[in-house]
């Protein structure tokens, strides 16, 4: 059964541009470790909520958008190796590669699939 790697990260809205690019970049890197794929979406219709939303989650501040991504793995077994592939390999570090936004309040998990139609 697939595995699935969620994403949700509060991106300053003049990084659009810089965050398409890193998204393409991940993707392609994690394509070559065996993700099946990837998407990556920019929020346009994500509201506030009262208790619990995106925005508060990742505490948005005004002038950022909430991105929200994930990435289908053939397994978790695939997954886990080519994260660590992913870690493990110089240009992926933070340093050589910066995130357009803030990673220290990005959302991120792993789900076990459970129904796909």
């Known amino acids: 059964m697939s595995y699935v790697d969620g994403f949700v990260a509060a991106v300053p809205t003049k990084n659009k541009e810089k965050f398409i ?3 393409k970049i991940m ?3 994690l394509k070559k470790l065996g993700a099946l794929s990837v998407v990556d979406t920019w929020g346009d219709d994500v509201p506030e909520g009262e208790l619990t939303s995106f925005p508060m989650a990742v505490k948005k501040k005004d002038d950022e958008t909430v ?3 994930w990435v289908i793995w053939p397994s978790k077994e ?3 190796a080519g994260w660590q592939a992913a870690m493990d390999d110089p240009s992926m570090h933070p340093d ?3 995130m357009p936004f ?3 309040r990005i959302i991120y998990g792993g789900f ?5 139609e």
Do not use: C, Q, Y
């Open 96 to 98: 050589n590669s910066p």
């Open 112 to 116: 076990s699939v459970v129904s796909e």
């Open 67 to 69: 991105a929200f991504s």
């Open 78 to 80: 695939v997954r886990d």
């Open 21 to 23: 690019m890193h998204a």
């Open 27 to 29: 993707a392609a890197a």
């Open 102 to 104: 803030d990673g220290k």
